[in-house]
């Protein structure tokens, strides 16, 4: 939410101070994404919408002139995921924020170039492989089209930062070690996507807190993957599949009939 978010920010820049390190240098992120964290998936209804909102905004437009390598905003999806949306939901609820957050940021004063290169969104990455390579996909291919209707001069700006959280959702606590073949799958649909951060649950998270075995095993799935798998070493992998770029359009051709239906709504908010 904007209130946390907005404290942990000026945290690290009152850590940075007392170091001696230069804040423009300070390379970071933080989840600052009033309409998830408050109404859509977390349900914590700490201040008004308009409140955290405003505070968000204003730790971007700060951000944007004094730490230029700190993301944000930063959108999330993946709580709606965990809350019982599907994929198409997921991103039409993301982009739809995130249009009207680029709306209210443009109103403070910043140029479209000014911060959407360090604009990142966390989606859901599921064990349906083909339907989240696709998702992801499609991802980047809106965030280009909708980034085109505000005319930015830097090719930077189309660029999505996107990372993935599996949820625990998706994990069973009846035989658990079934559960590490979900969360590869979870890791694979995302490095297959192009996602540049992966986050796992462990394989006993559906019924306890994680213990140091389960972390590690989570952890070396993800480097399996990333060096053994040859997955990364290849741009879009499944790009030019029949299946995979049908999906793709398919996703793509839904969520913008979700957004305009949303926007004819007057926006997500």
């Known amino acids: 939410p904007g209130l946390s978010s907005a404290i942990s920010y000026c945290q690290y820049l009152v850590a940075t101070n007392e170091l001696g390190i230069d804040s423009s240098k300070l390379l970071g992120s933080n989840l600052n994404d009033p309409y998830d964290s408050i109404f859509c998936g977390l349900g914590l ?6 409140i955290q909102t405003r505070l968000s905004c204003d730790l971007t437009v700060y951000a944007r002139r004094h730490t230029p390598r700190w993301y944000t905003p930063v959108l999330v999806g993946f709580n709606q995921r ?3 949306v599907d994929a198409i939901h997921e991103l039409a609820f993301v982009f739809s924020k995130a249009c009207d957050y680029i709306d209210t940021v443009l109103d403070r004063g910043l140029s479209i170039d000014d ?9 859901y990455s599921g064990v349906d492989l083909f339907e989240e390579v696709a998702k992801f996909r499609a991802a980047r291919r809106i965030w280009a089209k909708l980034l085109k209707r505000y005319g930015p001069k830097n090719p930077s700006s189309y660029k999505l930062t996107l990372g993935s959280y599996m949820g625990g959702s998706s994990l069973t606590k009846e035989q658990p070690l079934n559960n590490i073949a979900r969360v590869t ?3 694979l649909s995302a490095s297959l996507g192009g996602v540049q951060t992966i986050f796992l649950p462990c394989y006993d998270e559906a019924y306890a807190l994680p213990t140091e075995l389960s972390q590690r095993t989570s952890l070396r799935v993800q480097q399996i993957i990333a060096y053994e798998s040859g997955t990364p070493k290849v741009i879009d992998p499944l790009g030019g599949s029949y299946y995979v770029e049908h999906l793709t359009n398919e996703i793509e051709r839904e969520v913008f009939a979700l957004m305009n239906k949303i926007e004819s709504m007057d926006g997500f908010e």
Do not use: D, I, K
């Open 115 to 123: 911060f959407t290169s360090r604009f990142a969104v966390h989606l």
């Open 45 to 50: 209804h700490t201040q008004p919408l308009e």
């Open 82 to 84: 965990e809350a019982g």
């Open 185 to 187: 799958l979870g890791a």
